[in-house]
């Protein structure tokens, strides 16, 4: 899953209402001692970074839907400005042992962006794009809407393939997240054969760059260990679900 700071994708050179049900928290795998609206946790985030953090019951129940039909209040949401916004929430979220859920646009139809949990949102204000660098990628935040990215390439006479229905909302970090996919798809590939590299920050406050150059030879087999680790405990749930 893409955690907030930059992705970096390739581009493709032009050569060619909501159904509720009733709140579900046996979606959400992770559980907290803590209560949606938690004064205490929401001063903490607001001390530490620079955004905005909103834990106030309006917000809760705008980010407790997407476009699925499930509907799981969160924790609260924060704004994330910049990577160390990023870094300060994941570090007080790894003390309180409280789960966090980065989101973008939330066009999901499936549900993967909420959850009672602490909603990360790109949108607002992770939204930086780079120049293309000549061979066919540039460099973005993840709360980049694919709409606008097209718009940028334009001018350089290219484009991004990955085109889901819901490009006009659609965020590169949810894509990327989501590994979606689109009527070129056939031709192009999904985003996991278009994304080049990214830089995540992991639970444990580490900074990494995957990809090219990127330092995923040194931790994949451990995170590797973590996800079979992960299934063994969680796998009658799984198939249960």
Not at 20 to 34: G, I, N, V, W, Y
Not at 45 to 67: C, H, M, N, Q
Not at 137 to 154: A, C, F, K, Q, S
């Amino acid at each position: 899953r893409c955690d907030p700071s930059r992705l970096l994708v390739e581009c493709a050179y032009r050569q060619a209402n909501l159904l509720r049900q009733p709140h579900l928290d046996t979606l959400t795998m992770a559980e907290t001692h803590l209560t949606p609206g938690d004064p205490t946790l929401a001063a903490r985030f607001a001390k530490a970074i620079e955004g905005e953090v909103r834990f106030d019951p309006f917000t809760r129940g705008l980010y407790s839907t997407d476009a699925s039909h499930y509907q799981i209040e969160p924790l609260g949401v924060v704004f994330p400005r910049s990577v160390g916004d990023v870094e300060a929430v994941i570090g007080i979220a790894r003390g309180e042992g409280v789960p966090i859920l980065p989101r973008g646009g939330g066009t999901s139809q499936c549900g993967q962006t909420i959850g009672r949990a602490v909603i990360l949102d790109t949108s607002r204000h992770l939204r930086g794009i780079g120049q293309p660098d000549g061979n066919g990628r540039i460099e973005v935040e993840p709360g980049v809407v694919l709409d606008h990215l097209n718009t940028h390439l334009r001018r350089s006479g290219s484009w991004f393939p990955v085109d889901p229905s819901t490009s006009s909302r659609a965020t590169l970090g949810g894509m990327a997240g989501n590994n979606s996919a689109g009527s070129r798809s056939l031709k192009y590939g999904m985003m996991v054969d278009n994304v080049a590299a990214v830089e995540v920050i992991l639970p444990d406050g580490r900074r990494l760059w995957l990809g090219e150059g990127g330092t995923e030879a040194e931790v994949i087999p451990d995170e590797l260990a973590t996800l079979r680790a992960l299934y063994a405990r969680e796998a009658s749930e799984i198939r249960r679900t």
